[in-house]
């Protein structure tokens, strides 16, 4: 069907005795694309000529609907790869505009044992309290932690700050036994495995003889440095 079709049957139901034909063609004319309209909020859909309250609320929770679908699907799944992971946290968060971070701990084969998300609030990113993530993967008796938040602009670069939290949180996982599966960096279709690009630098091992500990620390803390110098050198 063409666009206008689809949305014509769309509010068919929601838009009694009227042309939905007309108001599906004013949609797209006011908003550009099929994808625009069922992106735009409530309120601007419901502006459009012959639109009820109850047809903008419906296409409005569409996209929300399907994701929601697809994320019981995913999370039926056991996440054993970058790709797994990514294809969940994208269902969850990908499309959201405000910054949300994604956190699943997970068992040994890849099953979620729990999962926690988390939103900027007043702040402009998100926080996270690495103490309680740490304190809650030992708690569900994870054997990996997948991470990830979206970044609304559309960019998949991790920031200097993505970088050094990620490594910190790796390296207080490891000292429970506990390893860093992955941070992804997600938008509404695509993904940035910092696992997969090298940007995690694995943790310490904490059962070496304190002089070792603190060098190898040294050392780890030197790669993750350099891996942020790294970034800062690219065009």
């Known amino acids: 069907m063409e666009d206008h079709e689809k949305l014509e049957y769309l509010l068919f139901s929601f838009v009694p005795r009227r042309d939905t034909n007309a108001i599906a063609h004013e949609l797209l004319l006011t908003f550009g694309s099929y994808k625009k309209v069922l992106d735009a909020d409530t309120e601007l859909l419901a502006s459009v000529k012959g639109m009820t309250e109850n047809a903008a609320l419906f296409l409005h929770l569409l996209p929300e609907a399907f994701n ?15 790709a797994a992971c990514a294809s969940a946290m994208i269902a969850r968060i990908g499309r959201k505009k405000e910054e949300h971070f994604l956190i699943y701990y997970l068992s040994e084969a890849g099953k979620i044992l729990k999962s926690e998300i988390f939103t900027h609030g007043e702040r402009r990113s998100v926080s996270i309290d690495r103490d309680k993530l740490v304190a809650t993967a030992a708690k569900c008796g994870a054997t990996y932690v997948a991470m990830g938040h979206n970044h609304p602009n559309g960019s998949l670069l991790p920031s200097d700050a993505d970088i050094d939290s990620t490594n910190r949180i790796a390296q207080a996982l490891g000292m429970v036994g506990i390893r860093l599966a992955d941070h992804l960096i997600v938008s509404e279709y695509e993904y940035h495995s910092m696992r997969r690009e090298g940007e995690i630098v694995d943790a310490v091992d904490l059962c070496r003889p304190i002089g070792e500990f603190a060098e190898d620390l040294l050392r780890r803390e030197k790669s993750v440095d350099a891996i942020k110098d790294a970034y800062r050198k690219k065009p």
């Not at 929601?68 to 970058?82: D, R």
């Open 68 to 82: 929601a679908y697809l994320l019981a699907e995913k999370e039926g799944e056991n996440l054993t790869s970058p």
